[in-house]
Protein backbone atom coordinates (compact mmCIF):
# COMPACT_ATOMS: atom_id res chain seq x y z
CA UNK A 1 0.00 0.00 0.00
CA UNK A 2 3.21 2.79 0.87
CA UNK A 3 4.67 1.75 -2.16
CA UNK A 4 1.49 2.37 -4.34
CA UNK A 5 1.32 5.95 -2.06
CA UNK A 6 4.77 6.78 -2.86
CA UNK A 7 4.50 6.04 -6.33
CA UNK A 8 1.73 7.96 -7.05
CA UNK A 9 2.90 11.22 -4.85
CA UNK A 10 6.33 11.05 -6.85
CA UNK A 11 4.20 10.45 -10.26
CA UNK A 12 1.81 14.18 -9.08
CA UNK A 13 5.10 15.91 -7.60
CA UNK A 14 8.07 15.01 -10.84
CA UNK A 15 6.17 17.01 -13.28
CA UNK A 16 6.05 20.08 -10.40
CA UNK A 17 9.67 19.33 -9.42
CA UNK A 18 11.36 19.43 -12.84
CA UNK A 19 9.13 22.73 -14.34
CA UNK A 20 11.26 24.17 -10.95
CA UNK A 21 14.71 22.44 -11.98
CA UNK A 22 14.09 23.36 -15.81
CA UNK A 23 13.19 27.41 -15.00
CA UNK A 24 16.08 27.23 -13.33
CA UNK A 25 17.91 25.31 -15.46
CA UNK A 26 20.28 27.31 -18.65
CA UNK A 27 19.98 24.43 -21.33
CA UNK A 28 17.96 21.79 -21.40
CA UNK A 29 17.25 19.78 -23.93
CA UNK A 30 17.45 15.84 -24.66
CA UNK A 31 18.46 15.40 -21.04
CA UNK A 32 17.03 14.22 -18.33
CA UNK A 33 17.71 16.70 -15.82
CA UNK A 34 18.54 20.64 -16.99
CA UNK A 35 22.13 21.92 -17.58
CA UNK A 36 23.66 25.00 -15.03
CA UNK A 37 21.99 27.35 -13.16
CA UNK A 38 20.08 30.97 -13.92
CA UNK A 39 17.46 33.15 -13.15
CA UNK A 40 17.20 34.41 -16.43
CA UNK A 41 14.04 33.07 -17.32
CA UNK A 42 12.21 34.53 -14.65
CA UNK A 43 13.60 38.17 -15.92
CA UNK A 44 12.69 37.30 -19.42
CA UNK A 45 9.46 36.47 -18.36
CA UNK A 46 8.74 39.81 -16.28
CA UNK A 47 9.74 41.88 -18.58
CA UNK A 48 8.09 40.24 -21.64
CA UNK A 49 5.53 42.77 -22.60
CA UNK A 50 2.55 40.16 -23.63
CA UNK A 51 3.72 37.55 -20.41
CA UNK A 52 3.12 41.58 -17.91
CA UNK A 53 -0.13 42.40 -19.84
CA UNK A 54 -1.47 38.80 -19.86
CA UNK A 55 -0.50 38.95 -15.71
CA UNK A 56 -2.52 41.85 -15.15
CA UNK A 57 -5.66 40.92 -17.03
CA UNK A 58 -5.32 37.73 -15.30
CA UNK A 59 -5.38 39.41 -12.46
CA UNK A 60 -8.11 42.05 -13.35
CA UNK A 61 -10.37 39.46 -14.42
CA UNK A 62 -9.94 37.41 -11.27
CA UNK A 63 -11.24 40.51 -9.16
CA UNK A 64 -13.97 41.15 -11.52
CA UNK A 65 -14.75 38.29 -11.07
CA UNK A 66 -14.50 37.71 -7.41
CA UNK A 67 -16.69 40.63 -6.99
CA UNK A 68 -19.48 39.56 -9.38
CA UNK A 69 -19.32 36.67 -7.78
CA UNK A 70 -20.37 38.39 -4.38
CA UNK A 71 -23.00 40.68 -6.10
CA UNK A 72 -24.64 38.28 -7.76
CA UNK A 73 -23.71 34.86 -6.00
CA UNK A 74 -24.34 35.83 -2.59
CA UNK A 75 -27.82 37.08 -2.94
CA UNK A 76 -29.31 33.98 -5.34
CA UNK A 77 -27.88 31.76 -2.70
CA UNK A 78 -29.71 33.74 -0.14
CA UNK A 79 -32.92 33.93 -1.86
CA UNK A 80 -32.60 29.92 -2.79
CA UNK A 81 -31.87 29.15 1.00
CA UNK A 82 -34.82 31.95 2.10
CA UNK A 83 -37.12 31.73 -0.52
CA UNK A 84 -37.41 28.70 -2.64
CA UNK A 85 -39.08 25.63 -1.97
CA UNK A 86 -39.70 22.47 -3.60
CA UNK A 87 -40.10 22.88 -7.19
CA UNK A 88 -37.97 26.08 -7.61
CA UNK A 89 -35.52 25.46 -5.16
CA UNK A 90 -34.32 22.44 -7.08
CA UNK A 91 -35.01 24.63 -10.84
CA UNK A 92 -32.58 27.27 -9.19
CA UNK A 93 -29.78 24.46 -8.22
CA UNK A 94 -29.96 23.07 -11.83
CA UNK A 95 -29.56 26.38 -13.11
CA UNK A 96 -26.55 27.33 -11.26
CA UNK A 97 -24.94 24.03 -11.01
CA UNK A 98 -25.22 23.54 -14.69
CA UNK A 99 -22.42 25.19 -16.02
CA UNK A 100 -20.45 22.35 -13.64
CA UNK A 101 -21.82 19.94 -16.14
CA UNK A 102 -21.85 21.17 -19.54
CA UNK A 103 -18.14 20.69 -20.93
CA UNK A 104 -16.89 24.71 -20.87
CA UNK A 105 -15.65 23.80 -24.66
CA UNK A 106 -19.29 23.95 -25.58
CA UNK A 107 -20.10 26.90 -23.43
CA UNK A 108 -17.19 28.98 -25.22
CA UNK A 109 -18.87 27.53 -28.72
CA UNK A 110 -22.27 28.78 -27.35
CA UNK A 111 -20.75 32.05 -26.55
CA UNK A 112 -18.56 32.43 -29.99
CA UNK A 113 -21.98 31.88 -31.66
CA UNK A 114 -23.97 34.47 -29.84
CA UNK A 115 -21.67 37.18 -29.10
CA UNK A 116 -19.84 37.23 -32.43
CA UNK A 117 -22.92 38.42 -34.19
CA UNK A 118 -23.52 42.14 -35.25
CA UNK A 119 -26.22 42.13 -32.56
CA UNK A 120 -24.00 41.56 -29.61
CA UNK A 121 -20.46 42.04 -31.25
CA UNK A 122 -19.06 41.91 -27.80
CA UNK A 123 -16.54 38.41 -28.73
CA UNK A 124 -13.20 39.54 -27.36
CA UNK A 125 -13.72 41.86 -25.24
CA UNK A 126 -12.32 41.92 -21.34
CA UNK A 127 -16.11 42.37 -19.72
CA UNK A 128 -17.22 39.05 -21.30
CA UNK A 129 -14.13 37.46 -20.55
CA UNK A 130 -15.18 38.46 -17.47
CA UNK A 131 -18.75 37.09 -17.96
CA UNK A 132 -17.49 33.71 -18.81
CA UNK A 133 -15.27 33.22 -16.09
CA UNK A 134 -18.53 34.04 -13.60
CA UNK A 135 -20.59 31.76 -15.03
CA UNK A 136 -17.37 29.39 -14.82
CA UNK A 137 -17.65 30.26 -11.03
CA UNK A 138 -20.84 30.80 -9.96
CA UNK A 139 -21.91 27.82 -9.13
CA UNK A 140 -19.09 27.17 -6.38
CA UNK A 141 -19.93 30.27 -4.90
CA UNK A 142 -23.57 29.14 -4.75
CA UNK A 143 -23.59 25.61 -3.59
CA UNK A 144 -20.98 26.41 -1.02
CA UNK A 145 -23.18 29.43 0.04
CA UNK A 146 -26.39 27.53 0.32
CA UNK A 147 -24.45 24.54 2.36
CA UNK A 148 -23.15 27.13 4.59
CA UNK A 149 -25.85 28.90 5.46
CA UNK A 150 -28.14 25.53 6.14
CA UNK A 151 -25.65 23.99 8.16
CA UNK A 152 -25.24 27.40 9.89
CA UNK A 153 -29.19 27.45 10.81
CA UNK A 154 -29.24 30.92 9.42
CA UNK A 155 -32.93 31.23 9.04
CA UNK A 156 -33.15 30.65 12.66
CA UNK A 157 -30.54 33.63 14.07
CA UNK A 158 -32.63 35.53 10.83
CA UNK A 159 -35.97 35.32 12.39
CA UNK A 160 -33.89 35.57 15.59
CA UNK A 161 -33.53 39.05 15.16
CA UNK A 162 -36.66 40.00 13.25
CA UNK A 163 -38.56 39.31 16.55
CA UNK A 164 -35.88 41.31 18.16
CA UNK A 165 -37.35 44.08 15.89
CA UNK A 166 -34.85 44.03 13.53
CA UNK A 167 -35.23 45.22 9.53
CA UNK A 168 -33.97 43.01 7.22
CA UNK A 169 -31.33 45.79 6.66
CA UNK A 170 -30.04 45.41 10.01
CA UNK A 171 -30.52 41.74 10.38
CA UNK A 172 -27.95 41.37 6.73
CA UNK A 173 -25.33 43.46 8.32
CA UNK A 174 -25.54 42.50 12.15
CA UNK A 175 -26.10 38.84 11.69
CA UNK A 176 -26.19 37.69 8.16
CA UNK A 177 -22.75 39.51 6.89
CA UNK A 178 -20.64 38.55 10.10
CA UNK A 179 -21.85 35.03 10.52
CA UNK A 180 -21.34 34.41 6.93
CA UNK A 181 -17.93 36.08 6.90
CA UNK A 182 -15.39 33.06 6.50
CA UNK A 183 -17.58 31.12 3.97
CA UNK A 184 -18.03 34.27 1.97
CA UNK A 185 -13.66 35.06 1.69
CA UNK A 186 -13.22 31.39 1.39
CA UNK A 187 -15.85 31.17 -1.59
CA UNK A 188 -14.18 34.27 -2.98
CA UNK A 189 -10.47 33.03 -2.89
CA UNK A 190 -12.08 29.40 -4.50
CA UNK A 191 -13.05 31.56 -7.22
CA UNK A 192 -9.56 33.24 -7.54
CA UNK A 193 -8.09 29.64 -7.66
CA UNK A 194 -10.53 29.12 -10.24
CA UNK A 195 -10.42 31.81 -12.65
CA UNK A 196 -6.74 32.19 -12.21
CA UNK A 197 -6.10 28.81 -14.20
CA UNK A 198 -8.83 28.59 -16.35
CA UNK A 199 -7.92 28.13 -19.81
CA UNK A 200 -10.40 26.48 -22.64
CA UNK A 201 -13.23 29.26 -22.12
CA UNK A 202 -10.34 32.28 -22.06
CA UNK A 203 -8.69 30.37 -24.87
CA UNK A 204 -11.73 30.89 -27.54
CA UNK A 205 -13.29 34.29 -25.93
CA UNK A 206 -10.47 36.34 -25.31
CA UNK A 207 -9.44 38.81 -27.67
CA UNK A 208 -5.61 39.90 -28.45
CA UNK A 209 -5.41 42.16 -26.00
CA UNK A 210 -7.22 40.42 -22.90
CA UNK A 211 -5.54 37.27 -22.83
CA UNK A 212 -5.14 35.86 -19.84
CA UNK A 213 -2.05 34.06 -18.35
CA UNK A 214 -2.56 30.54 -19.16
CA UNK A 215 -3.42 31.64 -22.93
CA UNK A 216 -0.38 33.31 -23.32
CA UNK A 217 1.23 30.89 -21.29
CA UNK A 218 0.61 28.22 -24.29
CA UNK A 219 2.97 30.87 -26.50
CA UNK A 220 5.80 30.08 -24.39
CA UNK A 221 5.89 26.26 -25.32
CA UNK A 222 7.18 27.61 -28.61
CA UNK A 223 10.27 29.00 -27.36
CA UNK A 224 12.93 28.07 -24.98
CA UNK A 225 12.16 25.11 -22.58
CA UNK A 226 13.46 27.21 -19.65
CA UNK A 227 11.24 30.00 -20.22
CA UNK A 228 8.69 27.69 -20.44
CA UNK A 229 9.16 26.43 -17.13
CA UNK A 230 9.78 29.61 -15.81
CA UNK A 231 6.18 31.48 -17.04
CA UNK A 232 4.59 28.28 -15.82
CA UNK A 233 6.07 28.19 -11.88
CA UNK A 234 4.96 31.97 -12.32
CA UNK A 235 1.14 30.42 -12.56
CA UNK A 236 1.47 27.59 -10.51
CA UNK A 237 2.64 29.93 -7.77
CA UNK A 238 -0.87 32.39 -7.97
CA UNK A 239 -2.98 29.61 -8.08
CA UNK A 240 -1.22 26.98 -5.07
CA UNK A 241 -1.80 30.99 -3.13
CA UNK A 242 -5.37 31.19 -3.73
CA UNK A 243 -6.13 27.52 -2.92
CA UNK A 244 -3.88 27.18 0.65
CA UNK A 245 -5.64 30.32 1.50
CA UNK A 246 -8.72 29.59 0.68
CA UNK A 247 -8.55 26.66 2.62
CA UNK A 248 -7.23 27.75 5.78
CA UNK A 249 -9.82 30.26 6.29
CA UNK A 250 -12.38 27.79 5.29
CA UNK A 251 -10.48 25.61 7.88
CA UNK A 252 -10.16 28.35 10.20
CA UNK A 253 -14.19 29.15 9.72
CA UNK A 254 -15.09 25.44 10.40
CA UNK A 255 -13.02 25.86 13.65
CA UNK A 256 -14.91 29.00 15.03
CA UNK A 257 -17.84 27.54 14.13
CA UNK A 258 -17.31 24.30 16.09
CA UNK A 259 -16.21 26.49 18.71
CA UNK A 260 -19.42 27.46 20.05
CA UNK A 261 -20.86 24.19 19.85
CA UNK B 1 -51.84 42.68 26.48
CA UNK B 2 -53.56 39.98 24.90
CA UNK B 3 -53.19 37.68 22.52
CA UNK B 4 -56.00 36.28 20.89
CA UNK B 5 -56.19 33.52 17.80
CA UNK B 6 -59.64 34.08 15.95
CA UNK B 7 -60.57 31.28 13.88
CA UNK B 8 -57.82 31.14 12.24
CA UNK B 9 -56.48 28.48 9.64
CA UNK B 10 -53.03 28.28 7.61
CA UNK B 11 -52.04 25.18 5.02
CA UNK B 12 -48.25 24.52 4.25
CA UNK B 13 -48.28 25.39 0.74
CA UNK B 14 -48.65 21.83 -1.42
CA UNK B 15 -49.90 19.67 1.30
CA UNK B 16 -52.87 19.15 3.56
CA UNK B 17 -51.19 19.94 7.20
CA UNK B 18 -51.34 22.63 9.00
CA UNK B 19 -53.91 24.53 11.64
CA UNK B 20 -57.59 24.54 11.02
CA UNK B 21 -60.18 26.66 12.64
CA UNK B 22 -58.61 27.97 15.92
CA UNK B 23 -59.82 29.87 18.29
CA UNK B 24 -58.20 30.58 21.76
CA UNK B 25 -57.01 33.73 23.67
CA UNK B 26 -54.02 34.42 26.54
CA UNK B 27 -54.44 36.86 28.87
CA UNK B 28 -52.67 39.20 30.61
CA UNK B 29 -49.66 37.48 32.71
CA UNK B 30 -51.33 34.44 31.76
CA UNK B 31 -49.49 30.99 30.37
CA UNK B 32 -50.65 29.17 28.02
CA UNK B 33 -49.38 25.78 27.53
CA UNK B 34 -49.86 24.26 23.44
CA UNK B 35 -49.06 20.40 23.74
CA UNK B 36 -49.39 17.99 21.06
CA UNK B 37 -48.08 15.15 18.75
CA UNK B 38 -45.25 16.56 16.17
CA UNK B 39 -47.22 16.99 13.25
CA UNK B 40 -50.46 18.35 15.38
CA UNK B 41 -49.76 21.84 14.65
CA UNK B 42 -48.58 23.62 17.51
CA UNK B 43 -45.57 24.98 16.21
CA UNK B 44 -47.20 26.14 13.50
CA UNK B 45 -49.74 28.17 16.10
CA UNK B 46 -46.29 30.02 17.31
CA UNK B 47 -44.93 30.62 13.77
CA UNK B 48 -48.35 32.47 13.16
CA UNK B 49 -48.43 34.75 16.12
CA UNK B 50 -44.79 35.54 15.78
CA UNK B 51 -45.76 36.62 11.59
CA UNK B 52 -43.28 33.59 10.08
CA UNK B 53 -46.35 32.30 8.33
CA UNK B 54 -49.23 34.24 7.50
CA UNK B 55 -53.11 33.03 8.23
CA UNK B 56 -55.27 32.11 5.25
CA UNK B 57 -58.08 32.84 7.28
CA UNK B 58 -59.14 34.28 10.15
CA UNK B 59 -57.60 37.06 12.52
CA UNK B 60 -54.65 37.06 14.67
CA UNK B 61 -54.72 39.61 17.45
CA UNK B 62 -52.41 41.33 19.87
CA UNK B 63 -54.15 43.92 22.32
CA UNK B 64 -57.40 43.50 20.07
CA UNK B 65 -55.71 44.83 17.15
CA UNK B 66 -55.13 42.45 14.19
CA UNK B 67 -51.53 42.18 13.13
CA UNK B 68 -52.18 39.61 10.19
CA UNK B 69 -50.13 41.95 7.68
CA UNK B 70 -47.34 43.11 10.38
CA UNK B 71 -44.00 41.78 9.98
CA UNK B 72 -42.01 39.75 12.81
CA UNK B 73 -39.94 42.84 13.47
CA UNK B 74 -43.12 45.05 13.88
CA UNK B 75 -45.11 42.71 16.52
CA UNK B 76 -42.82 43.72 19.95
CA UNK B 77 -43.05 39.52 20.90
CA UNK B 78 -40.22 38.35 22.63
CA UNK B 79 -39.47 34.70 21.37
CA UNK B 80 -37.27 32.01 22.80
CA UNK B 81 -36.10 29.49 19.97
CA UNK B 82 -35.79 25.61 20.54
CA UNK B 83 -32.05 25.94 19.84
CA UNK B 84 -31.64 29.13 21.40
CA UNK B 85 -30.42 31.01 18.71
CA UNK B 86 -28.29 33.11 20.22
CA UNK B 87 -25.84 35.22 18.19
CA UNK B 88 -22.31 33.36 18.02
CA UNK B 89 -20.61 35.77 17.15
CA UNK B 90 -21.73 38.45 19.74
CA UNK B 91 -20.93 38.61 23.53
CA UNK B 92 -24.26 38.12 25.82
CA UNK B 93 -24.68 41.24 26.99
CA UNK B 94 -24.54 42.45 22.70
CA UNK B 95 -27.21 39.27 22.42
CA UNK B 96 -30.14 40.78 24.72
CA UNK B 97 -28.80 44.52 24.03
CA UNK B 98 -29.41 43.78 20.23
CA UNK B 99 -33.23 44.54 20.65
CA UNK B 100 -32.38 48.11 22.08
CA UNK B 101 -29.69 48.38 19.64
CA UNK B 102 -32.21 48.20 16.57
CA UNK B 103 -34.47 50.91 18.59
CA UNK B 104 -31.86 52.81 18.09
CA UNK B 105 -30.26 53.19 21.89
CA UNK B 106 -26.71 53.95 22.64
CA UNK B 107 -24.07 51.82 23.68
CA UNK B 108 -23.96 52.70 27.35
CA UNK B 109 -27.40 52.79 27.94
CA UNK B 110 -27.90 49.15 26.77
CA UNK B 111 -25.30 47.19 28.07
CA UNK B 112 -26.70 48.92 31.38
CA UNK B 113 -30.21 47.50 30.70
CA UNK B 114 -28.61 44.47 29.18
CA UNK B 115 -26.58 43.50 32.13
CA UNK B 116 -29.37 44.16 34.87
CA UNK B 117 -31.56 41.58 32.33
CA UNK B 118 -28.83 39.06 32.22
CA UNK B 119 -28.48 39.27 36.46
CA UNK B 120 -32.67 38.83 36.17
CA UNK B 121 -31.55 35.38 35.00
CA UNK B 122 -29.02 34.69 37.38
CA UNK B 123 -26.17 35.66 34.42
CA UNK B 124 -24.91 38.87 35.59
CA UNK B 125 -21.15 37.76 35.91
CA UNK B 126 -21.25 36.62 32.41
CA UNK B 127 -21.83 39.69 30.25
CA UNK B 128 -18.64 39.22 28.26
CA UNK B 129 -18.78 35.94 27.16
CA UNK B 130 -19.61 34.31 23.95
CA UNK B 131 -22.77 32.22 23.76
CA UNK B 132 -20.19 29.40 22.37
CA UNK B 133 -18.78 29.20 26.38
CA UNK B 134 -22.14 28.35 27.98
CA UNK B 135 -23.99 25.28 28.79
CA UNK B 136 -27.49 24.39 27.32
CA UNK B 137 -29.33 25.96 30.71
CA UNK B 138 -27.42 29.09 30.48
CA UNK B 139 -28.19 29.51 27.20
CA UNK B 140 -31.47 29.07 27.99
CA UNK B 141 -31.42 32.30 30.54
CA UNK B 142 -29.71 34.44 28.09
CA UNK B 143 -32.19 33.44 25.57
CA UNK B 144 -34.89 34.38 28.21
CA UNK B 145 -33.16 37.54 28.90
CA UNK B 146 -33.00 38.66 24.99
CA UNK B 147 -36.96 37.81 24.54
CA UNK B 148 -38.03 39.91 27.33
CA UNK B 149 -35.36 42.96 27.41
CA UNK B 150 -37.29 45.07 25.55
CA UNK B 151 -40.78 44.71 27.48
CA UNK B 152 -42.34 42.80 24.39
CA UNK B 153 -46.25 42.63 24.13
CA UNK B 154 -46.17 38.81 24.72
CA UNK B 155 -43.29 35.89 25.03
CA UNK B 156 -43.70 32.75 22.70
CA UNK B 157 -41.55 29.76 24.05
CA UNK B 158 -40.97 27.40 21.35
CA UNK B 159 -40.03 23.82 23.13
CA UNK B 160 -37.56 25.47 25.24
CA UNK B 161 -36.61 22.73 27.52
CA UNK B 162 -36.35 19.90 25.23
CA UNK B 163 -32.60 20.37 24.32
CA UNK B 164 -32.23 20.50 28.61
CA UNK B 165 -31.48 17.08 30.72
CA UNK B 166 -34.18 15.94 32.47
CA UNK B 167 -33.02 17.24 36.08
CA UNK B 168 -32.02 20.66 34.40
CA UNK B 169 -35.25 20.78 32.74
CA UNK B 170 -37.45 20.73 35.82
CA UNK B 171 -35.13 23.58 37.26
CA UNK B 172 -35.22 25.67 34.05
CA UNK B 173 -39.10 25.46 34.11
CA UNK B 174 -39.85 26.77 37.52
CA UNK B 175 -37.40 29.78 36.18
CA UNK B 176 -39.18 30.38 33.31
CA UNK B 177 -42.47 30.48 35.47
CA UNK B 178 -40.44 32.82 37.75
CA UNK B 179 -39.23 35.17 35.01
CA UNK B 180 -42.65 35.29 33.30
CA UNK B 181 -44.58 35.84 36.67
CA UNK B 182 -42.37 38.69 37.48
CA UNK B 183 -43.02 40.25 33.72
CA UNK B 184 -46.64 39.48 34.41
CA UNK B 185 -46.55 38.56 30.52
CA UNK B 186 -49.16 36.87 28.09
CA UNK B 187 -47.21 33.98 27.18
CA UNK B 188 -47.32 31.01 25.03
CA UNK B 189 -45.79 27.72 25.16
CA UNK B 190 -45.28 25.06 22.88
CA UNK B 191 -43.88 21.93 23.98
CA UNK B 192 -44.56 18.14 23.76
CA UNK B 193 -43.90 17.10 26.74
CA UNK B 194 -47.31 17.00 28.56
CA UNK B 195 -45.32 16.90 31.97
CA UNK B 196 -44.11 20.09 31.39
CA UNK B 197 -47.40 21.99 30.27
CA UNK B 198 -49.46 20.78 32.94
CA UNK B 199 -47.04 21.85 35.80
CA UNK B 200 -46.40 25.35 34.54
CA UNK B 201 -49.29 26.17 32.34
CA UNK B 202 -52.11 27.89 33.77
CA UNK B 203 -54.57 26.84 30.86
CA UNK B 204 -53.25 24.06 28.39
CA UNK B 205 -54.74 23.31 25.02
CA UNK B 206 -54.30 20.08 23.25
CA UNK B 207 -53.98 20.34 19.22
CA UNK B 208 -54.31 17.46 17.29
CA UNK B 209 -53.96 17.14 13.51
CA UNK B 210 -54.59 20.88 12.94
CA UNK B 211 -57.21 21.23 15.24
CA UNK B 212 -57.38 22.25 18.96
CA UNK B 213 -59.37 19.75 20.50
CA UNK B 214 -59.62 20.87 24.39
CA UNK B 215 -58.45 24.15 25.83
CA UNK B 216 -58.61 23.82 30.09
CA UNK B 217 -56.53 24.05 33.01
CA UNK B 218 -54.19 21.55 33.65
CA UNK B 219 -56.76 20.23 36.16
CA UNK B 220 -59.99 19.78 33.57
CA UNK B 221 -57.53 17.88 31.23
CA UNK B 222 -56.45 15.49 33.43
CA UNK B 223 -59.69 14.83 35.02
CA UNK B 224 -62.41 15.44 32.89
CA UNK B 225 -60.51 15.39 28.97
CA UNK B 226 -63.77 15.72 26.14
CA UNK B 227 -62.31 12.04 24.19
CA UNK B 228 -59.97 9.45 24.25
CA UNK B 229 -57.69 11.16 22.64
CA UNK B 230 -57.25 13.90 25.27
CA UNK B 231 -57.48 11.28 27.73
CA UNK B 232 -54.40 9.44 26.07
CA UNK B 233 -52.08 11.79 25.36
CA UNK B 234 -52.42 13.67 28.87
CA UNK B 235 -51.20 11.18 31.56
CA UNK B 236 -51.37 7.63 31.42
CA UNK B 237 -55.32 5.79 31.05
CA UNK B 238 -57.26 2.78 30.78
CA UNK B 239 -59.57 3.35 28.17
CA UNK B 240 -62.02 0.23 27.06
CA UNK B 241 -64.69 0.35 24.68
CA UNK B 242 -68.33 -0.29 25.72
CA UNK B 243 -72.12 -0.46 25.74
CA UNK B 244 -74.37 1.02 28.28
CA UNK B 245 -76.47 -1.74 29.76
CA UNK B 246 -79.00 -0.19 31.67
CA UNK B 247 -79.40 2.48 34.03
CA UNK B 248 -75.71 2.61 36.37
CA UNK B 249 -74.21 0.07 34.57
CA UNK B 250 -72.02 -0.73 31.08
CA UNK B 251 -70.39 -4.11 30.08
CA UNK B 252 -66.53 -3.46 28.41
CA UNK B 253 -64.24 -6.16 26.92
CA UNK B 254 -63.04 -6.99 30.28
CA UNK B 255 -66.71 -7.17 31.79
CA UNK B 256 -69.22 -5.16 33.58
CA UNK B 257 -68.94 -2.14 35.29
CA UNK B 258 -71.20 0.06 37.48
CA UNK B 259 -70.70 3.79 37.08
CA UNK B 260 -72.92 7.20 36.38
CA UNK B 261 -74.89 6.27 32.96
CA UNK B 262 -76.54 9.52 33.36
CA UNK B 263 -77.25 11.40 29.33
CA UNK B 264 -76.04 8.47 28.05
CA UNK B 265 -79.62 6.09 26.38
CA UNK B 266 -79.37 2.11 26.45
CA UNK B 267 -77.27 0.24 24.14
CA UNK B 268 -75.17 3.17 23.34
CA UNK B 269 -71.23 2.52 22.75
CA UNK B 270 -69.51 4.13 24.63
CA UNK B 271 -65.41 4.17 25.99
CA UNK B 272 -64.68 3.66 29.78
CA UNK B 273 -61.76 5.80 31.00
CA UNK B 274 -60.10 5.29 33.98
CA UNK B 275 -56.68 6.74 35.57
CA UNK B 276 -54.43 4.51 36.88
CA UNK B 277 -54.24 5.70 39.99
CA UNK B 278 -58.22 5.36 40.70
CA UNK B 279 -58.14 1.52 40.15
CA UNK B 280 -57.62 0.25 43.72
CA UNK B 281 -56.51 -3.06 44.87
CA UNK B 282 -57.89 -5.20 47.11
CA UNK B 283 -58.76 -8.70 48.66
CA UNK B 284 -59.73 -11.40 46.05
CA UNK B 285 -63.21 -11.89 48.00
CA UNK B 286 -65.82 -9.68 45.76
CA UNK B 287 -64.95 -10.73 42.59
CA UNK B 288 -68.55 -11.74 41.11
CA UNK B 289 -69.50 -7.85 41.69
CA UNK B 290 -69.64 -5.28 38.83
CA UNK B 291 -65.97 -3.66 39.23
CA UNK B 292 -64.57 -5.92 40.78
CA UNK B 293 -61.85 -7.85 38.95
CA UNK B 294 -59.02 -10.54 39.71
CA UNK B 295 -55.94 -11.46 37.47
CA UNK B 296 -52.26 -11.77 37.30
CA UNK B 297 -49.19 -9.52 36.75
CA UNK B 298 -48.50 -9.05 32.95
CA UNK B 299 -45.96 -5.58 33.81
CA UNK B 300 -44.67 -4.43 37.35
CA UNK B 301 -43.00 -1.22 36.76
CA UNK B 302 -40.99 0.14 39.97
CA UNK B 303 -41.11 4.26 39.66
CA UNK B 304 -40.00 5.01 43.39
CA UNK B 305 -43.43 6.11 45.14
CA UNK B 306 -45.40 3.85 43.29
CA UNK B 307 -45.57 0.83 41.29
CA UNK B 308 -47.33 1.15 37.69
CA UNK B 309 -48.99 -2.27 37.26
CA UNK B 310 -50.46 -4.22 34.23
CA UNK B 311 -52.60 -6.38 35.30
CA UNK B 312 -53.97 -9.74 32.52
CA UNK B 313 -57.42 -10.05 33.46
CA UNK B 314 -59.59 -12.17 30.93
CA UNK B 315 -60.69 -9.92 27.58
CA UNK B 316 -58.36 -7.44 28.28
CA UNK B 317 -55.70 -5.27 30.51
CA UNK B 318 -56.12 -3.18 33.98
CA UNK B 319 -53.39 -0.78 34.20
CA UNK B 320 -53.09 0.56 37.94
CA UNK B 321 -50.95 2.69 40.10
CA UNK B 322 -50.75 1.99 43.46
CA UNK B 323 -47.79 2.76 46.27
CA UNK B 324 -48.50 -0.57 47.95
CA UNK B 325 -45.55 -3.14 47.81
CA UNK B 326 -47.27 -6.52 48.11
CA UNK B 327 -48.30 -8.50 45.40
CA UNK B 328 -51.47 -7.72 43.75
CA UNK B 329 -54.34 -9.88 42.28
CA UNK B 330 -57.63 -8.57 42.52
CA UNK B 331 -58.65 -4.77 42.01
CA UNK B 332 -61.88 -2.59 42.28
CA UNK B 333 -62.78 0.11 39.76
CA UNK B 334 -65.00 2.33 41.98
CA UNK B 335 -67.99 4.18 39.67
CA UNK B 336 -66.90 7.64 40.45
CA UNK B 337 -63.43 6.91 38.93
CA UNK B 338 -65.30 5.91 35.60
CA UNK B 339 -65.91 8.62 33.09
CA UNK B 340 -67.80 7.58 29.86
CA UNK B 341 -66.45 9.61 26.82
CA UNK B 342 -67.87 9.30 23.42
CA UNK B 343 -67.07 7.14 20.38
CA UNK B 344 -64.79 8.91 17.68
Same mark, same amino acid.
Given at each position: ?????????????????????????????????????????????????????????????????????????????????????????????????? =? !??????????????????????????????????????? =?????? +??????????????????????????????????????? +???????????????????????????????????????????????????????????????????????FEQKKPQ | MTLRYDAVSYTYPGTSIGVFDVSLEIGRGELLAIIGA???????? *????????????????????????????????????????????????????????????????????????????????????? =??????????? !??????????????? *???????????LRVEMRDEILRVQRSAGIATLLVTHDQEEALSIGDKVAVMHEGR? %????????LYETPVNAYVAAFVGQSNLWPGKVTGTGRIDTEIGALACDTKGK???????????????????????????????????????????????? %????????????????????? =???????????
Amino acid at each position: MQVIAIAYLVFLAAPVLLLLLGSFGETWSNTLLPAGFTGRWYEEVASDPSFRRAFFTSLQIVGVTCVLNMLIGFPLAYAIQAGARGGVRFAARLVTLM =P !VAVPELVLAFGFILVFSSDALPWLGSFWLLAAGHLVLTL =PYTVTA +LVADMEQLRLDEYEHAAATLGASFAARLSDVTLPLLRTS +LISSMLTVAALSIGEFQLSNLVAGFLSRTYPVVLLQAFYGATGFACAATVVLLILAALASITSSTTAQIGAFEQKKPQ | MTLRYDAVSYTYPGTSIGVFDVSLEIGRGELLAIIGASGSGKSTL *LKLLAGFVKPANGRILIDGKDVGELLPEKRKLGVVFQNYALFPHMRLWENVGYALKVRGIGKAERRALAVEMLARVGMGARADDL =PGMLSGGQQQR !VALARALVFEPRGLL *LDEPLSALDAGLRVEMRDEILRVQRSAGIATLLVTHDQEEALSIGDKVAVMHEGRL %VQIGTPRDLYETPVNAYVAAFVGQSNLWPGKVTGTGRIDTEIGALACDTKGKSNGEAVIAFVRPERVQPTSPSAVAEPGHFSGTIEADRYLGPIRRIDLA %VPGGRIRLETHLRGPVTSVEI =PPDAIRLLPVS
